[in-house]
Structures are given as C-alpha cells and as structure tokens.
C-alpha cells in the first residue's frame, strides 16, 4: 500500500513531463518537501525542494516558489528564479504566478525582483499552453484556462471532462447561488451529481462535500464511507472528523463506537504544527477521549496511530496549487 499511494502521490502533482529526471535522492528530498508543503510546515520544505528543484525539476521549482512567497508574503529574488526556471520548462503553474505578479506586495514594496518577462507576456504563453492542451481535451489544462480567463465555460468544461478538482469547484459555486436552474430543485441535484463525480475522482474536498450533500439526504451508509475515505485518504480535516465521530455514544450519523481508534486519529494531526489550526483543534480533543480510556488502552492508540501513519499516505491539508 506504502508503494502505491506514493506512485499516485507523485503522478498527481505532475502536470506535464520532468524536465529532467532526479536521483533517488533527490526524488526523495522532493516527495518530503511537498510533504512538508502540504502540512503547512513551509520552513522544513523549503530546503527540500531547493534539492529537486536545483536539479531542474520543473514541480519542484514551482512548489518552491511557493513556499518561499508563503513563507515571506511577497516575490523574492529566489522566488521569481524559482518560478521562472519552472515557466521555463513548461510549467503553466509557474506561468500562472509570473502573469500575476503584477499585483504582488513587492509592488507596494517597491522591492520587485528583476524579471525575464512582464507579467502580460507571461500571461500571454500561458494561455497559448493552456489553450493547446485543453484543445487536446486535457481537462486539467481547461481549468486551467478558467482560472486565466475567469470564463465559467472552461471551469465547466473541466468538470466535464472528469478534472475532480473543477468538479468540486463547481459544484461550489452552485451551492452558494451561481448559475440559474429551473425548475430551481435541479441546483441540488447539480451539487449532489458534481460532488459525487469528484468525491470518485479522489479528490478528498470532493470527498467531504459530497459527505455534506449525503448528511442533508440522510443517507448515512454512504456518508460514513466518504468520511473514512477521505480520512484514508490522508485529509486532514477528515481524519479529525472521523476520528470525533468515533468517540460519541450515540454518534450523530451511526457510527461505531471506538475511543481508542479514535484517540489514535485524532492523536496523529498532533504532528500538524506548521499551522492550519489542526494541532490544537487536536489538543483540545483528546483530552475529552482520554477520560473514556485507561492508560492502557492510551498507549495502544498511539501505537495504532504510528501504524495508520505507516500504512496510509502523509496527513495533508490538500491546498490548492494555485
């Protein structure tokens, strides 16, 4: 399971092909930096990534441009190089950011770095990019396409096209009043069918929106698998959710009662103190389990966390790459 959750790992975050191919090493300090990235903990990443993306791996130059602009809240120097290396070798990502530079703090700051192109010139390839490849009926590249354009039809025609990640976005725009449907009860029925759609397409937000369109039609068989699923999957909030279920006699949607998995879940987002709020969301709860337990059933839940954390992928807060 270790092996297969890590090919999938990588193949998701890769857009288009590695401009070159990493040592083992390498490839390593990578997975641990986007690790590290998606758990908030932006310091310890970025030194990993630099690694790959030092070796001109066009992913790992993006995620660290990333991190370094989270870290300090504007372009740097690093940050634009990171970017523009990426850019470079196709990464529309990156493309995306340098078109958008315009509007960065550094701007007010006055401390812009130099760049190789403006950002109306990168904007410009990316789109072209884009463009081709949705014409190729990539669905990735047509949400693409929707967030350089804002037309709602790309957005539309990625969830379409099965991208999980445009589903969901959709689907959430519907449930906060976009769009016109009538008679109005086929809005409904467009959030269940998207949520549904990207919850299968393993994305876990998906995942627990469509766990929010089961819990309105009660239908709690369905909603207890979602839930562990995308607690499976790695996803934080999940795993919170699952393991707060699991805790309460009776519980609010039928699940079982179990306090030493539960202790264990919630005591695994401990780890989550890059920020993200989940550690002390965390902290405040196992206080609460504990009391249902005796110190000898505490300690079997961290052991039974430290397995779930070897046998299941790393706890992520699944940002957006953009």
């Given at each position: 399971m270790r092996a297969n959750w890590f090919i999938t790992f990588l193949t998701a975050l890769s857009f288009s092909a590695l401009a070159t191919e990493l040592t083992p090493d390498q490839q390593v300090a990578k997975t641990q930096g986007l690790v590290f990235y998606n758990q908030f903990k932006t310091t310890l990443a970025i030194p990993k990534l630099r690694i790959a993306a030092d070796a001109g791996d066009?992913?790992?130059q993006y995620y660290l441009g990333e991190a370094i602009v989270r870290k300090s809240k504007h372009m740097t120097s690093e940050a634009q190089g990171a970017y523009e290396a990426s850019a470079l070798n196709g990464n529309i990502y990156s493309m995306i950011r340098l078109a958008?530079?315009?509007d960065d703090l550094c701007v007010t700051m006055k401390n812009c770095p130099s760049a190789q192109?403006?950002?109306?010139e990168w904007k410009k390839i990316a789109l072209e990019k884009a463009q081709a490849e949705a014409s190729k009926g990539d669905a990735e590249a047509m949400y693409l396409m929707f967030r350089l354009s804002g037309d709602d039809k790309w957005l539309e025609r990625s969830a379409e096209a099965g991208y999980a990640l445009a589903q969901y976005r959709l689907a959430t725009a519907y449930r906060s009043g976009k769009g016109f449907?009538?008679?109005?009860?086929?809005?409904?029925?467009?959030v269940e069918r998207l949520m549904k759609a990207s919850a299968e397409g393993g994305y876990p937000l998906g995942m627990m929106g469509y766990v929010e369109v089961?819990?309105?039609n009660k239908q709690f068989d369905l909603l207890r698998f979602w839930n562990q699923t995308a607690a499976e999957s790695g996803y934080a909030s999940a795993v919170f959710?699952?393991?707060s279920y699991l805790s309460k006699v009776p519980s609010e949607f039928a699940f079982p009662y179990d306090p030493v998995k539960s202790y264990a879940l919630i005591f695994s987002l401990l780890e989550l103190d890059g920020g993200g709020g989940m550690r002390d969301y965390a902290s405040d709860k196992l206080p609460e389990i504990s009391e249902k337990l005796t110190p000898e059933q505490i300690e079997q839940a961290k052991q039974i966390s430290k397995d779930w954390k070897a046998?299941?992928?790393?706890?992520s807060y699944f940002p957006d790459k953009l």
């Open positions: 066009q992913e790992a958008g530079s315009s192109k403006t950002p109306a449907f009538l008679p109005p009860s086929k809005r409904a029925e467009a089961l819990a309105s959710g699952y393991g046998t299941h992928p790393p706890l």
